[in-house]
């Protein structure tokens, strides 16, 4: 993997399967029926109470608002942000009480290019693997935003898809008729659709082609995930495995085989 600086690389690409998917009335509906945290955003949230209480709080990537009652009620400002328009429209929808009620909006952004000013917020999260549908190369361009638009010492959340993990469910177990045959269906595909790159072993970024339109997701190495944080000025990084469960360093972090892994840096 590159860990070229952002600064040289090239202008954001436009083409992005992804966005008209995340466009769609399907994936709209699924997101906006969504309420629950998962285990190590709870963990951590419950970690940062006090640094959320009086901090404007940057939602990037908010689909269709999980993550929304968690943050906004308890913060000074929330900005939720997503670049496809249809999530934001539900949000606004949704939580149109809410944004009577406290400092609440919702806008149409970019992650590659957010329209904030430097040292804007004192948290941005970036939730549920939203970081990994950025290709390879507007992924730093990403990361370098996020930075950009911290305060100084401010926090960075954020999950992304471990490539450890892709090896291990290549192996499918038994985990009931249902789970069993979506796990065959979702490896054959994407067994077919990368057939010249199959297996990933010895990468440390892959960009899996995991749907038939060419959508594409990074999975990336863990080790290799936390070089391109430090690389964008995060430091330091805590990693968080499903269970909430706190990797104890680098060589932990480079252990886990979670299908994706929280992240808690600082700006
Ligand atoms: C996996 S969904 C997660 C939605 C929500 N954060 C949640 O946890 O339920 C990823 C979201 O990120 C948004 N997204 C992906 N790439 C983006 C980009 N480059 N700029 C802004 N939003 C983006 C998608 O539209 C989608 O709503």
């Known amino acids: 993997m590159s860990c ?5 690389l090239p202008a954001p690409t436009s083409r992005d399967p992804w966005k008209d998917l995340y466009s769609s009335d399907d994936f709209v509906r699924y997101y906006a029926g969504k309420t629950l945290l998962q285990r190590p955003e709870q963990v951590i949230l419950d970690h940062l109470a006090g640094a959320l209480h009086g901090a404007d709080v940057l939602d990037l990537g908010v689909g269709g608002g999980r993550t929304t009652p968690h943050l906004a009620r308890r913060c000074r400002r929330y900005v939720g942000v997503d670049y496809a328009a249809p999530m934001v429209e539900a ?6 009480a809410l944004s009577l009620e406290r400092d609440v909006r919702f806008e149409v952004a970019e992650a590659r290019e957010l329209p904030f000013a430097q040292a804007s917020f004192d948290v941005v999260v970036f939730s549920f693997n ?7 190369i507007d992924r730093l361009r990403a990361l370098a935003e996020c930075r950009r638009v ?9 999950s992304s898809h471990n490539l450890n993990w892709t090896e291990r469910r290549r192996a499918i177990g038994w985990s009931g008729w249902r789970a069993t045959w979506e796990a065959w269906r ?3 595909m994407v067994r077919r659709l990368n057939a010249d790159r199959w297996p990933f072993h010895g990468e440390s970024l892959m960009e899996l082609i995991d749907d038939e339109r060419g959508a594409r997701t990074c999975y990336v190495r863990p080790g290799a995930h936390l070089a391109q944080l430090q690389a964008s000025g995060f430091t330091p990084v805590e990693a968080f495995d499903l269970e909430g469960r706190r990797a104890a360093d680098a060589a932990a972090l480079g252990r886990l085989s979670d299908p994706w892994i929280y992240y808690l840096c600082r700006g």
Do not use: I, Q
């Open 130 to 136: 939203g970081l990994d549908v950025v290709d390879r």
């Open 91 to 96: 949000c606004r929808k949704r939580f149109a």
């Open 150 to 158: 911290l305060r100084p010492g401010g926090l960075f959340v954020h």
């Open 4 to 8: 070229l600086h952002a600064t040289m």
């Open 186 to 188: 979702f490896w054959s």
